[in-house]
């Protein structure tokens, strides 16, 4: 019987071990996150193609009442809902003032300088989440001087941004994952006519 428990017990450590991969960056939160931000930074008419949210592992427990069962499959079924529903949950805390300083900067840098850049061509997202000049030829005469500068303090501050993401929510190792994330959505929401880039690299025109 000790043996039994013994076996149980080292089962049920390494399924904990397991669940908590799977868990430990809530991707989907992180998505409903970036759509929050670049929501308010390029505002709300731009769609994303791809509603669906990231994909996040699941599991299920096919036992109705447990009776019958042995200890270990009740002890697994008891634990795997629980995980289930932590995942579940909105884990990323976006409403800091380092955060909303961040915002702010990029929307007025949209609305003065970037909205414009992109509208014609000269600037585009990348496939990294940041903005670089694909085409300086085309920026309006007027701001062509400001486009190097523009992309600079741009780029900056997305960088500041998914860092302090990563931060705020106790977890700094998750900011390439919040990169990723944000990269995928700043493409997703592009307007029409504006320039990203593929998963090569290559320049295409939404």
Partial sequence: MRKLMLTVITAVALLAGCV???VYFPAAAAQQAADKIISNVIGPEAQP???QPVQQPSSSSSSSDGEGEPLAARVLDALIPAASAAESQPDIKIETPQIQAIQSRMRERFDGTLKALLDSGAVGFTSDGLVAVQDASKAPLAQRAQINSAVADENRD????????????????WEKQIQQIFAKQW?????????????????VQK
Avoid at 158 to 172: E, F, S, V
């Fill in 49 to 51: 193609q791809n509603t």
């Fill in 20 to 22: 908590t991969i799977n």
């Fill in 158 to 173: 997305r960088a500041a941004l998914y860092q302090q993401i990563a931060i705020a929510n106790g977890h700094p190792e």
């Fill in 187 to 203: 493409i997703d929401r592009a307007h029409a006519g504006w320039f990203v880039q593929n998963a090569a690299g290559t320049w």
